[in-house]
């Protein structure tokens, strides 16, 4: 279960969001909000890349930043993929020896995505639909028990789209917990999601019906 | 830990490489000139360390060569700058991280790396003049330590005071040189501070360009090599040499300032380029033009530098190398201009500077 309380994150002075509280059970969350309300930022500070000014973030009662909760997170974070002066097999084999994942299980991702012809290109030279997908096998392939995904469906074609929907899905059936933030609506998407969180304005989160 | 602290490493290498990458092709050229340099029983580069260790200077004799180091200092604040990566890149090398404190002490760690060099070529200076036993060269020793601690430890590695550098050069041999030197340098934190949000508008190409040039570490890394190389040959010319060595040395000027510009506008090109179909968009053929020729700024400023400083035959003749190898696509010109080049050093260089 994840566990958030109190939580405040600002960047300077502009408060972001401020004493958030939540606990999400494992399955598919999907988060929501205008350009601008946080999402983003709360998926990293989720993934322990910032530090929140207050509050706490536990995971299965291990906190954030600890060996054992970063050894259970995942995050695709960006629109675009990162390490742009690598090629896309050395990012896969850098990825595989940070997270200890076998290069087979990324190299079934990568195929399945058909990111397996653009092993020797450059990550700069991908399409953003390529980059995406290289993202998403980044962060899929490790298995994470806490999946964050930002905007993971931005610019994918729908074979792609099909086969991550099939994956997320199947994430949630192994009991990992997964947490979508998108400015998207889940309806249009093939899954069969828990819970439904909007993040407004000023940081209020609030539950909306599915 | 260990394999991520590998990882960490194998990136900030790979940086360091592409950041230096316009410089690389002349590599070998740089390696052969300061070999040969280094060759000679008084090379410049030795009497450069000798003086500025020597204790029987006074301080206004060895201000010039305290102005080379602390010009090498604000050079490799720029170089560090180099290897910073966008935000976005920063936050997935993190998320690789075992855990938040193996990320921040990763963080640490390349940081003190990216700075070693910077304590290599500073402490030995500073020891020697503590040791001198001189009153003026303690002082010295103190001032230099303390702009060292405020360049590495006060300051981020993003900023490289273009207010310090020109006090470097303008201010008088006083005994407190550090005083307006620091002073400057918080004014232009201040500054910078201030401006935070208040980008200048691309109202106009060349303020575009200015913004562009202003804004990137590199190129005010690179004007600092140029000023830096500039100056050097300057004190090297007030030795007394023979005529031949003052030849030698006007080329090896002409060649260092040529390439840098080079290296300068292959910058501003790679930028154009990567922003192309933007450009192409936005633009008329007319200004299109107009941007790519803006690519000869940074060669005017080496012009303004040359004749300021050396005869009008270093001066233009460094120009026009820059310029043929500014607009000129393919390599070979570049290997033609090497074999003159070294043609140049067997004739006048070895020898000349008994």
């Known amino acids: 279960m994840l566990s958030i309380k109190d939580l405040s994150f600002s960047y300077g002075k502009q408060q972001l969001f401020s004493n958030v509280q939540l606990q999400l059970e494992p399955g598919l969350h999907w988060l929501s909000g205008a350009n601008g309300s946080g999402k983003s930022s709360l998926l990293r500070v989720l993934a322990g890349l910032d530090k929140a000014q207050q509050g706490s973030i536990e995971f299965n009662q291990l906190l954030v930043g600890s060996t054992a909760y970063q050894a259970l997170v995942g995050i695709s974070a960006d629109a675009v993929a990162p390490l742009q002066d690598n090629t896309v097999l050395g990012l896969l084999q850098l990825v595989a020896r940070c997270r200890g994942i076998a290069m087979h299980q990324l190299m079934l991702y990568a195929e399945a995505l058909a990111l397996e012809p653009l092993l020797q290109q450059q990550v700069a030279v991908l399409s953003l639909g390529q980059q995406k997908k290289l993202s998403l096998t980044l962060a899929l392939a490790a298995k994470p028990q806490l999946l964050l995904l930002d905007e993971p469906f931005n ?8 086969y991550c929907c099939t994956q997320l899905q199947k994430a949630k059936e192994e009991g990992a917990l997964v947490l979508i933030a998108s400015h998207l609506s889940p309806e249009s998407f093939a899954l069969a999601v828990d819970q ?14 599915l | ?49 000798f003086q500025l260790f020597n204790p029987e200077l006074s301080t206004t004799e060895r201000w010039p060569y305290l102005q080379m180091l602390l010009v090498i200092l604000f050079c490799w604040q720029g170089g560090v700058a180099w290897q910073q990566k966008p935000m976005a890149q920063q936050y997935f090398v993190e998320s690789l991280a075992p855990s938040a404190r193996v990320a921040w002490l990763s963080n640490k760690l390349m940081a003190t790396f990216n700075q070693l060099p910077f304590w290599f070529l500073t402490l030995p200076a500073a020891v020697y003049l503590l040791l001198s ?30 207010l310090a550098l020109l006090a470097v050069f303008v201010l008088p041999a006083i005994s407190f040189w550090s005083v307006p030197l620091l002073a ?14 208040l980008q200048l508008s691309a109202g ?12 990137q570490q590199q190129n005010k890394a690179m004007l ?27 080329s090896a000027f002409s060649w260092s300032l040529a390439l840098l510009c080079y290296a300068q506008q292959k910058l501003w090109q790679q930028h154009l380029l990567a922003q192309h179909y933007f450009w192409l968009s936005l633009c008329t053929r007319k200004q299109w033009v107009l941007l790519k020729l803006l690519n000869v700024l940074p060669v005017g400023l080496a012009l303004g530098l040359g004749l300021s400083l050396f005869d009008a035959v270093a001066a233009v003749s460094a120009i026009a190398l820059a310029v043929a190898l500014s607009f000129w696509p393919k390599l070979r010109l570049l290997s033609v201009a090497l074999c003159c080049f070294m043609l140049l050093l067997l004739l006048n260089g070895q020898g000349l500077w008994a």
């Not at chain 2, 590998?6 to 690389?24: D, G, I, K, M």
């Not at chain 2, 052969?32 to 030795?46: D, F, Q, R």
């Not at chain 2, 106009?204 to 804004?215: A, H, N, T």
């Not at chain 2, 050097?232 to 006007?250: G, S």
């Open chain 2, 184 to 197: 400057l340098m918080l004014l232009e934190k201040t500054l910078q501070q201030k401006l935070q949000g």
């Open chain 2, 133 to 162: 036993g001189k009153s003026m060269a303690y002082v010295d020793a103190i001032q230099l330590l303390l702009v060292l601690a405020v360049l590495c430890l006060g300051f981020k590695a993003h900023q490289t005071s273009w």
């Open chain 2, 1 to 49: 830990m260990g394999t991520y602290l590998l990882v960490r490493f194998e990136l900030f290498w790979q940086q360091t490489c592409n950041a230096f990458e316009p410089l690389q092709k002349f590599s070998f050229l740089l390696l052969l000139v300061a070999g040969h340099a280094l060759l000679g029983l008084l090379a410049p580069l030795v009497l450069l360390g």
């Open chain 1, 155 to 162: 610019a994918l074609d729908p074979n792609s789209l099909r």
């Open chain 2, 204 to 215: 106009s190409l060349f303020r575009y360009w200015l913004y562009w040039f202003v804004r």
């Open chain 1, 196 to 209: 439904h969180l909007e993040l407004k304005a000023g940081g209020h989160l609030s539950f909306s019906s």
């Open chain 2, 224 to 250: 600092l090599l140029i000023i830096f190389v500039q100056a050097l040959w300057y004190y090297w010319l007030e030795q007394q040499l023979k005529p031949e060595a003052v030849l030698f040395v006007n």
